[in-house]
């Protein structure tokens, strides 16, 4: 069945480096592909998406593109900060838009 | 309402006890998702419902656990003679029908403790 593989964490940067989670797919038909993240203490919300090959998603400085060529949809921001610490989870909808599927997760915790 | 509403925020509970977990989606949305995170671990699927049937049943972990939907819109999820490691946060999401309407709106999660 469809399924996602991320990047296992944690990821612990400093203040304003640069940052690459890595995110690859399996899937039948033409997916979408989502980042969600969850910050402390507070629920799963969407970060960004793209829903057909070669889209950018991008969101708070946060971008990634849906490579089909290489079934990957990795997440990367040039410089963050504190307040990007959370957990973030590579998500998948089948063609359908009724099978959503994530990964297990990348916490990322940034230092100042 | 205005967002997806679940409750209890949290639950402890004695191995072997039943547990009903409550999911109200965002008002019109047909699909509802039930996920578990527990910790240190990821998102694991349990059930998905359009409407109120459940094409796919896959995730749920043993026959122990099962769920319902009535008037395509409150969902329970019972957990019956709960284990330890049924110990979780579990997370209720909704969206709408219809193209392009993917994006999940989840809850808050009820987080589950069994003693």
């Known amino acids: 069945g469809d399924s996602v593989t991320q990047m296992e964490g944690p990821v612990t940067l400093s203040e304003e480096a640069f940052l690459t989670i890595n995110c690859t797919y399996t899937?039948?038909?033409?997916?979408?592909l989502f980042w969600y993240v969850q910050y402390p203490g507070e629920g799963l919300q969407l970060l960004l998406k793209?829903?057909?090959?070669?889209d950018k998603g991008s969101n708070k400085g946060f971008e990634a593109t849906y490579r089909k060529e290489t079934t990957s949809f990795h997440l990367e921001k040039g410089s963050v900060q504190v307040s990007d610490s959370a957990v973030y989870f590579c998500?998948?909808?089948?063609?359908?838009?009724?099978?959503?599927?994530f990964g297990a997760g990348t916490r990322l915790t940034v230092k100042p | 309402g205005a967002g997806v509403s679940q409750s209890p925020s949290n639950k402890v509970t004695e191995k072997g006890k039943d547990v009903e977990l409550r999911c109200d989606p965002i008002?019109?949305?047909?699909?509802l998702y039930w996920y578990r995170q527990s910790l240190g671990q990821g998102l694991e699927f349990l059930i998905y419902?359009?409407?109120?049937?459940?094409?796919?049943k896959s995730g749920l972990p043993s026959d122990r656990f099962s769920a319902e939907r009535t008037g395509g819109s409150v969902s329970t999820l019972t957990i019956q003679r709960t284990q330890q490691e049924d110990s979780a946060v579990y997370l209720c999401?909704?969206?709408?029908?219809?193209?392009?309407?993917?994006?999940?709106?989840f809850g808050a999660g009820s987080r589950l403790t069994v003693l």
């Open positions: 793209a829903t057909k090959a070669d």
């Open positions: 899937a039948t038909g033409y997916p979408s």
């Open positions: 999401a909704s969206r709408p029908n219809g193209v392009g309407a993917n994006v999940l709106t």
């Open positions: 419902f359009q409407g109120n049937s459940a094409p796919d």
């Open positions: 008002s019109g949305h047909t699909a």
């Open positions: 998500a998948l909808g089948s063609y359908n838009n009724n099978d959503m599927r």
